[in-house]
């Protein structure tokens, strides 16, 4: 469903949220080693979310990547899959036909559309929030 990139930069921002709310910067390299992903492949995701504001880059000897705790509320999947995967997910056909429309529509598009409806609404009302402290409380894991 998402990109690998995407699903990177979802784990990513979550990681950030969590020990943002401990007041700790995270090194890219922390954070790839947490995600099990490259780390250059990950520096790059990195930068796309602090280009499109979704987290932040401090410099320096106690630099590294944080969100502002009193943001984390408001910061929705839907920015984080926009920053690295664009609107795609919620245009694209689902057989990955170029053309697929209304007009000329592939066979799962009328039940693949209401998919993507779904998608859109889940992305658009869950937060970072959500997601950090069911890490935090156990109920739900990043890594196994």
């Known amino acids: 469903m998402f990109s ?7 784990k990513a ?9 401990e007041d700790k910067r995270v090194s890219p390299k922390e ?27 401090i410099k320096g000897a106690y630099g590294g990547f944080e969100v502002n705790k009193h943001e984390i509320k408001h910061i929705k999947l839907s920015q984080i899959v926009n920053a690295i995967d664009g609107d795609s997910i919620y245009k694209g056909c689902g057989l990955g036909l170029e053309t ?16 993507r409806d779904e998608l859109k609404h889940m992305l658009e009302t869950t937060s970072l929030e959500e997601l950090a402290l069911n890490i935090k409380s156990g109920a739900s894991f990043l890594k196994v």
Do not use: M, W
């Not at 690998?4 to 979802?10: M, T």
């Not at 954070?31 to 880059?57: C, D, G, M, W, Y």
């Not at 529509?105 to 998919?115: G, I």
């Open 13 to 21: 921002c979550v990681f950030i949220a969590i020990n943002s709310y």
């Open 31 to 57: 954070i790839a080693e947490e995600i099990n992903s490259p780390q250059a492949f990950t520096a790059k995701i990195l930068q796309a979310l602090v280009r499109h504001n979704v987290i932040s880059s």
């Open 100 to 115: 697929c429309d209304e007009n000329h529509p592939c066979p799962v598009h009328d039940k693949f559309k209401s998919v």
């Open 4 to 10: 690998k990139a995407c699903e990177y930069g979802i």
